[in-house]
């Protein structure tokens, strides 16, 4: 079954730090721009952070910019999102996609991408 997974969510208190993973299943994230996206309750969609297929380029929102990190490990099939400095504003259910565009992960938070994971909470409360 060819499926991106997303695990390392949780509960963490404001300030705090959390990894999440996106794993592929199936096939290899190698020719792949990978995307992190949130959704909140009763908000649309949001790009997170970008990264391109070899790793050379990153990009993040203005929101996370100097306290998330996105990275990959193609060895493993695996990209990471550490993110720092945990808020309550980043409380959202957390999607990673894999697309052949980096350009259209970057600049379309609503399309439809190649691959698209089902999600994992991170909640930011005290």
């Known amino acids: 079954q060819l499926q991106l997974v997303e695990s390392g969510g949780g509960l963490v208190q404001p300030g705090g730090s959390l990894r999440l993973s996106c794993a592929a299943s199936?096939?290899?994230?190698?020719?792949?721009?990978i995307g992190w996206f949130r959704q909140a309750p009763g908000k649309e969609r949001e790009g997170v952070s970008w990264i391109s297929s070899s790793g050379a380029n990153t990009n993040y929102a203005r929101s996370v910019k100097g306290r998330f990190t996105i990275s990959r490990d193609n060895a493993k099939n695996t990209v990471y999102l550490q993110m720092n400095s945990l808020k309550a504003e980043d409380t959202a259910v957390y999607h990673c996609?894999?697309?052949?565009?980096?350009?259209?992960?970057?600049?379309?938070?609503?399309?439809?991408?190649?691959?698209w994971g089902q999600g994992t909470q991170v909640t930011v409360s005290s």
């Open positions: 199936g096939f290899s994230l190698d020719y792949y721009a």
């Open positions: 996609a894999a697309d052949s565009s980096y350009w259209l992960l970057v600049t379309d938070p609503t399309r439809e991408f190649d691959y």
